[in-house]
């Protein structure tokens, strides 16, 4: 058997989903929002929603994400994504609407929106990619920037006395009656991969359950100042303590 | 026919509901209608008061400094509204709570003692429609059956029940007003 | 005949909204324009027609509710007054720089700042000249009557399809709170999904095998780009003309023009009439539409009168349009009260005395 034989369409095992466009992605070397955006789409074609699902985007290094996913997609102002989720999904029921939220999109500017949208319960899924800093704008602190991590606007280490304390807002949102699933997750190896996809398959499946909120807490090589490898490794050790991975509010009865 | 109104009390006498009940009577006969009260923090508890206009014609301005009649329930839109009677209007009042008593010459002044028998008849809410019949008996620019009409456009059906006793409140009015010059 | 009703401006919005076949309505309480919102929930339009309501979190949250509904091709609207419209100007951006269709009401009140609940005009200038970032506009309706304000919400609908873009109604206070009768038209029905599709294709509806997927956004990276689009907008804030209104009451052998919108142009027809009862020929021209504003319809009148004056609720806004419009053919003056005072018509016609006949 020769190599001809072997790469043929029958004998495929994984491939990349058509359901991101062609274009190449433009995030950095080694950040974790090419891999959600895969999770995101594969589950989209899995569960064959592709036509009744609309996909929001925010502002950040995701603000490009309805370059990538191939879905009927709508960019947001800074931080109204669960809000334009919510008049979205209240007009259309019948449709699978998600967010995909960078951490100054949803807990800093758009705290309220995501606070009221889960609190009411809106049957939408809210992707929460958390690295901790703000990536398009060259690195600034974020509101989970943890406490003596250096950004451009704390370039000497956060300090909780004048900078206030990184905020866990996924905990809080699993405090409101109006989600149903709310998880932490992340994708820097291929086990944390696989887990990643089943909650977002999960969030989707569930969102009329009640809003399903999927936070990964990711790297971000460029605004670190740091390798990949050496991100992914900062990230295991510094911000997995503060955000530690896991199921955070399991609807009775489910288990993921 | 024009008729340029201004009704002005203490929030809670009513003030606004004799006013909209007196517009659905214009509509009623198929006049056109303008009701436009002073609204906000004064609604509660404060002054309250709104400009109705009936008129046979398109209405322009909804506000006026200028009024064919006042109906003036008390001191401080006495204070306010006395001059700004027209020549020859009609200023009508209940003296209760009265201290500064109108003195104009120039207008025709009637008073009603409404509050008075309101509490007499035992129902102080239909004070208002005391006070509208008072009106209706110097100017009837509504006919009754209208006003009725307007009564039952204006009230919520869950309130229809009260038409009857709003009715003998105007009736009432209809009886008392006493001519002052 | 049809049955006249009596009500206030924000209930007349309300009750034609919903017959106009409205989908969803999304805002915020703030006075003097509250009773839209009282009067929709009461109304229970979910059994009516379906149409959503819901009260957000705030202005920014309903703008942005509105913006991702008018995304499905959906009727959707909003209402607040002048300080939460200040709010929800990034979403209105947003939403011109997409070219998505919604009603949005302004009931306006006194500013600066909080300033008064009030009525009042300090609004036109944000609401004629874009109002947040960017270059757009709006296509801005003036009501004067309830009437209008009933009859504005669905013309308003239509506008907005017509040109993916968001319309504006501009009422004041006097307008929102007043009362007077009005008269229906027939409940329109909703639009369904499968009309959506075919008439606006644009629409994020779901990505079907027939078509590339849709993508609304108002982000353009490259220049030249975002230059096009601009033109392209630009084109379109023009052909808003075909849609001009304005109202001219005795203005044929009028010495004298009152220029003035919304409820001042009521006041001002008083005025009017008080200066021809005194022997001033006086007439009055309303624009209906803010922009398209009637600047060649001014322009005409210029030449033929003695002089303009110009009446607003607020510091001078408008009249600096309106002389633009003159372009010195004839003499412009300019009334105005502010912080929720409202002009009484026969101080209109002193001003016209003192500032044009007199001088």
Redesign the interface.
């Known amino acids: 058997m020769d190599i001809k034989d072997i790469i043929q369409e029958k004998n495929i095992v994984y491939k990349r989903t058509d359901h991101l466009t062609d274009k190449a992605l433009s995030f950095c070397p080694g950040c974790g929002h090419g891999t959600v955006h895969r999770l995101l789409m594969e589950v989209v074609e899995e569960m064959n929603i592709q036509s009744k699902t609309i996909g929001i985007a925010p502002v950040g290094c995701s603000v490009l994400a309805y370059e990538f996913m191939n879905v009927d997609m709508i960019q947001a102002a800074h931080g109204r994504a669960p809000a334009l989720a919510t008049g979205i999904k209240r007009l259309n029921p019948d449709k699978y609407v998600f967010t995909y939220q960078g951490d100054g999109d949803l807990a800093a500017i758009g705290t309220a929106e995501t606070i009221h949208a889960s609190n009411r319960g809106e049957k939408i899924t809210i992707i929460f990619i958390n690295n901790g800093i703000y990536g398009m704008t060259g690195g600034q602190m974020a509101p989970t920037t943890l406490i003596g991590m250096k950004a451009s606007t704390c370039p000497y280490g956060r300090d909780a006395e004048r900078m206030g304390n990184p905020l866990k807002i996924t905990e809080l949102v699993a405090q409101l009656p109006g989600t149903y699933f709310v998880t932490r997750q992340a994708v820097h190896t291929p086990n944390h991969v696989r887990k990643a996809k089943k909650a977002i398959r999960f969030a989707m499946e569930n969102q009329n359950n009640g809003l399903c909120f999927v936070e990964i807490v990711s790297n971000c090589p460029s605004g670190w100042k740091m390798t990949p490898n050496q991100s992914n490794t900062w990230m295991a050790e510094n911000m997995f303590p503060f955000y530690p991975l896991g199921d955070i509010k399991v609807p009775e009865k489910k288990v993921v | 026919m024009t008729e340029e109104i201004i009704i002005a009390g203490f929030g809670g006498q009513g003030v606004l509901s004799m006013g ?1 009940i007196l ?2 009577s214009g ?1 009623m006969q198929e006049q ?6 002073s ?3 004064e609604m509660r508890g404060g002054t309250a008061n709104v400009t109705v206009i009936l008129s046979d014609e398109r ?8 009024f064919d009649t006042a109906i003036i329930l008390n001191q401080q839109s006495m204070d306010k509204f006395e001059s700004a009677v027209k020549a020859g209007g009609l200023l009508l009042y209940d003296p209760h709570g009265i201290t500064k008593h109108p003195t104009r010459k120039d207008i025709q002044i009637y008073k009603i003692d409404a509050s008075e028998e309101a509490a007499k008849m035992g129902n102080t809410k239909i004070f208002n429609m005391i006070v509208l019949g008072a009106y209706l008996k110097v100017k009837p620019i509504v006919k009754l059956e209208n006003v009725i009409k307007g009564l039952q ?2 009230l919520p059906s869950r309130h229809h029940h009260l038409i009857p006793e709003n009715e003998t409140g105007i009736k009432v009015g209809l009886e008392m007003a006493e001519k002052i010059n | 005949m049809k049955e006249y009703k009596l009500m206030k401006g924000n209930e007349a919005i309300a009750e034609a909204a919903i017959r106009a076949g409205a989908d969803g309505y999304f805002g915020y309480p703030i006075t003097p324009q509250s009773e839209v919102l009282e009067y929709l929930m009461a109304q229970k339009p979910h059994e009516r027609t379906g149409m959503v309501v819901l009260q957000a979190e705030s202005e920014i949250a309903a703008i942005n509710m509105v913006y991702g509904a008018a995304c499905t091709g959906k009727k959707v609207m909003t209402s607040s007054s002048s300080p939460g419209i200040s709010l929800k100007q990034e979403g209105i951006s947003y939403m011109a720089g997409s070219e998505l269709p919604c009603v949005i009401l302004n009931v306006i009140r006194g500013g600066p700042g909080l300033g008064t609940i009030q009525p009042s005009q300090g609004d036109y200038f944000q609401a004629v000249k874009g109002g947040g970032h960017g270059d757009y506009k709006l296509f801005v309706l003036a009501p004067s009557s309830v009437q209008e304000m009933a009859d504005f919400a669905k013309l308003g609908f239509e506008l907005a399809f017509k040109y993916r873009n968001p319309v504006l109604i501009l009422a004041d206070g006097i307008i929102g709170q007043m009362m007077e009768k009005v008269q229906f038209f027939d409940q329109q029905p909703r639009i369904t999904d499968e009309e959506i599709i075919k008439k606006y294709p644009w629409t994020t509806t779901g990505k079907t095998p027939n078509r590339e997927r849709n993508i609304i956004t108002s982000l353009y990276l490259e220049a030249i780009v975002e230059e096009q689009h601009n033109r392209k907008l630009q084109e379109k804030f023009k052909r808003m003309e075909e849609d001009l209104m304005f109202e001219k009451i005795e203005c044929d052998d009028a010495d004298y023009i009152l220029i003035a919108y919304g409820s001042v142009a009521r006041i001002c027809q008083k005025s009017m009439e008080l200066a021809r009862a005194n022997g001033i020929k006086a007439g009055l021209l309303r624009p209906i539409t803010l922009y398209p504003f009637p600047s060649k319809q001014i322009s005409g009148l210029a030449g033929k009168v003695k002089g303009i004056l110009t009446v607003e609720m607020n510091a001078g806004q408008m009249v600096e349009d309106v002389k633009l419009a003159v372009m010195g053919k004839t003499p412009v003056a300019f009334h105005g009260r502010m912080g929720g005072m409202i002009p009484s018509p026969e101080e209109i016609v002193s001003a016209l005395k003192n500032k044009l006949i007199g001088g």
């Open positions: 909209k517009a659905y509509i056109e209608v303008s009701w436009m009260p609204y906000g923090p209405i322009s301005s909804p506000i006026l400094s200028k456009k204006s």
